[in-house]
């Protein structure tokens, strides 16, 4: 079993920046891989970027490669998401999500934490 708490997200202006944290509980964290996935309202919940267990490998999407930057501390139990020149329709709840490598599901879930980017 694998728990989830996000932290870090806020108000920022346009431009600006912010780093999403996602500490983790359980002891496989460091085989998992780990996904951000965001949901603005009225919107269906769309995949930010993910990480491989050995950050290896990342993945973004297009909305977001060049700006966001996902990176993990095994020893910490933490992945972060940085996330730089904030725009407007970057407002939404994050989260963090976890699945086994093997996996195609994500079957781990935060709770969420808003990002709100003004104008």
């Known amino acids: 079993q694998v728990q989830l708490v996000e932290s870090g997200g806020g108000l920022v202006q346009a431009g600006g920046s912010l780093r999403l944290s996602c500490t983790a509980s359980g002891r496989t964290f460091s085989t998992y891989v780990m996904g951000w996935f965001r949901q603005a309202p009225g919107k269906e919940r769309e995949f930010v970027g993910r990480i491989t267990w050995d950050a290896g490998y990342t993945r973004y999407a297009d909305s977001v490669k060049g700006r966001f930057t996902i990176s993990r501390d095994n020893t910490k139990n933490t992945v972060y998401l940085q996330m730089n020149s904030l725009k407007p329709e970057d407002t939404a709840v994050y989260y963090c999500?976890?699945?086994?490598?093997?996996?195609?599901?994500?079957?781990?879930w935060g709770q969420g934490t808003q990002v709100t980017v003004s104008s």
């Open positions: 999500a976890a699945r086994e490598s093997s996996a195609v599901l994500y079957n781990y």
